[in-house]
């Protein structure tokens, strides 16, 4: 089943503890990217990636760190938690047909820092 | 500042009418506009899209029309059903023909169709 996995889909952390939230898809597309969803903003996109070892600041990449070593996976990293994190994250990634530019996303990844 | 406004929060609509959801974008280099639905607890999935050389673009019961010069878009949903009920976001972005990058999303329509 094609699809985007993200890992762990609920998380409860303190201020500053580093944590990863792993992202896979099994589709072999290319474009991977973050984003997070808080009330009254929408979605919002943190960092995407076109391609392995390239990957680029969205609106909101302050605080995270992303790596795309394989084509597959793509993490997101907070070095240093804090409360203003708090929200629900999602991952997607894309292929091009016909500049459809449709996003498969994740199941989400609901992080709560204290 | 918002790219991307979608400045109703809430929509109600009955069973079996049309749901007209509104989007406004500020940025001209936008060129490719998305649709994407979201239910509670799951991730958003597309729905519809339409480039800038076009003005409309139907897919069974949902259409979206795009009036470049009033930097606006719409999307619209005949007949409406109840399983329609979710939350629509409407997405720009600047990359079409190469680069998808940046991918700016509006607030989102909270649509409820009503039995």
């Known amino acids: 089943e094609a699809q985007v996995t993200q890992n762990p889909r609920y998380l409860i952390t303190v201020t500053g503890k580093k944590l990863t939230v792993t992202c896979s898809q099994n589709?072999?597309?290319?474009?991977m990217s973050w984003y997070r969803q808080d009330p009254g903003l929408g979605l919002r996109q943190i960092y995407y990636?076109?391609?392995?070892?390239?990957?680029d600041k969205g609106d909101v990449p302050e605080g995270y760190k992303v790596s795309r070593k394989e084509k597959r996976n793509f993490p997101l990293i907070l070095e240093s938690p804090s409360p203003n994190q708090t929200s629900l994250y999602f991952c997607?990634?894309?292929?091009?047909?016909?500049?459809?530019?449709?996003?498969?996303f994740g199941p989400g990844t609901r992080l709560t820092v204290t | 500042d918002q790219q991307v406004k979608q400045n109703s929060p809430s929509l109600s609509v009955q069973e079996g009418r049309i749901s007209i959801l509104n989007c406004d974008y500020t940025?001209?280099?936008?060129?490719?506009f998305l649709w994407y639905k979201k239910y509670p607890a799951e991730g958003p999935t597309f729905l519809i899209s339409?480039?800038?050389?076009?003005d409309k673009n139907e897919d069974g019961r949902f259409t979206v029309f795009l009036n470049k010069s009033a930097k606006h878009l719409s999307l619209h949903i005949v007949p409406s059903q109840p399983g329609d009920s979710a939350v629509y976001f409407c997405?720009?972005?600047?990359?079409?023909?190469?680069?998808?990058?940046?991918?700016?999303f509006g607030k989102g329509t909270k649509l409820s169709v009503k039995p």
């Open positions: 990636s076109m391609n392995v070892e390239v990957t």
């Open positions: 997405a720009a972005s600047a990359g079409y023909g190469g680069s998808q990058g940046n991918l700016i």
């Open positions: 997607a990634s894309s292929f091009e047909t016909g500049g459809t530019y449709e996003q498969y």
């Open positions: 940025n001209s280099m936008f060129d490719y």
């Open positions: 339409i480039s800038s050389i076009k």
């Open positions: 589709m072999n597309h290319e474009y």
